[in-house]
């Protein structure tokens, strides 16, 4: 099998769609001309090695590009911004106040622009809920590519003609918000903050900073002073800047921050004791902070943009919250993040989808499945073929991040839990790794190593990625971790349907709980292969 991988492993096509009218494009044409923009595993090395050097040029160079397709910065005023950063939380955070917001002020138009996507690049971009249609996709897309290839004058000459990936995204999301005329926007930085290219709107409404994660600083070499500092590039002059409890090095980068960018208030936002009562839409006792942070920021907004609005709402120290804003939290969608997904096709599997991939995110993680009310259930009630529940872990992480680091905080996070739930049989289930079987793909869609187009990714290593390194390693952590593991249930495998395959092969034994984790790219690709999405991704 794996020396069968590396001939099938592909690159993307190079996109011809650039001369072509725009009545003949279509969706399809529209994402490989977005795929050939992405950066390659040794471009990111390159911007790694630099120490973050190169990512000083992000915002002359996105400025340039943005000019080329005809704006100016100050025209992205306009889009009435809450702009969020953090390490972690900032996804399930934008989530909350795009909630929040589109329940309090029923008739805005609520822009939302998030990443990574889970299936369909065009989840990045949503108004009210929704995503981007394909026709609207593919229509503003090429608006944007075709005034990048046609405007070829550049100022700086190290501005490369096209801009990379997430670059590209986010100045389609400002051409189709502008387009339609959103009401509102929140919009998730990508990376960073200080030099993301999202952050070009000169005057945002709002600004929020989540959880700085500890694990970004051993990633990216990082002190936390410095993510602090990164992070708190996002405030600007005379916009509140609001973050919650961070680490004293990491607070005080970001307070300096609040006062060097001259921002109109600084506010530490503490994690609501009252939101105990609401049953937010996003499961996970960390949410409970993001909801917090989501709570102030969309009051701030409100105090801004519709002061008659936000005065009318009760006060929200103390309570009671706005029913609106209750509303909006316990309706709070965002797939992929601590979802229990019951299969519609096939009804003896439960999936549990968590792209957590940090140590804090997966810390998390572990929290959430280890429940008795989650992945510790004892009996199945959907079946009464047996009541023996069989348990699989699918996993994969980033080349260059400590696998056996991740696996152990999953392993750890079940120990503490069975334990502290007192559950029959504990002590086996520990010594056993819990999991019956464990299984380390690549984030391949397919067996004939086709991916679908939305989920390419042209970032990992394709040497490393053809040799199944990281999962061998990842299987090797495992055994390392759990010595007397049985080695016909530890499976390193070329693609996530291969891993479908096995998990749908042991169905006919009873229930099968799966937790996919560690890579947002490998749930998605579970989502698409497993036919879910009907499920997963509905709002």
Known sequence: MLSTLSSFLRSPTSPTTSTRKLSTRTYEDAVTALNSLQSNAATLEAVRASGGRLSQ???????EYLGRIGYRPEDLNTLNVLHITGTKGKGSTSAFCDAM????VPTWKVGLYTSPHLVAVRERIRVNGEPISEDDFTRYFFEVWDRLQENTTRKLAQTSLMPAYFRFMTLLAFHYFSSIKVDATILEVGVGGLYDSTNIVPKPIVTGITSLGVDHTAVLGNTLKEIGYQKGGIYKPGVPALTVEQPEEGMNAIRDQAKAQKASSFTVVQTMPELQNVKLGLSGAHQFQNASLAVNLVHQYLLARQPDIAESLPSLYPTPLPPSYINGLEATRFPGRC????DPEHTKITWFLDGAHTIESLTSCAEWFFQPTVGLKQSDARTVISSKRQRVLIFNCTSGRNGEKFLNVVLDGMKKRVLQHQIDGGAELIERGFFDHAIFCTNITYVDGR?????MNNTVDMDDLSKLKVQS??????TKLVPDYPKNRIHVLPSVQHAIEVVHGLESAGHVDVLVAGSLHLVGGVIEVAGIGSVAMAT
């Open 473 to 478: 390693e990842l299987s090797q952590a495992w």
């Open 451 to 455: 991916s679908k187009a939305d989920l």
């Open 57 to 63: 040029f992000a915002h002359p160079e996105m400025i």
């Open 101 to 104: 917001l589109r329940k309090t």
């Open 339 to 342: 979802q229990e997904v019951a």
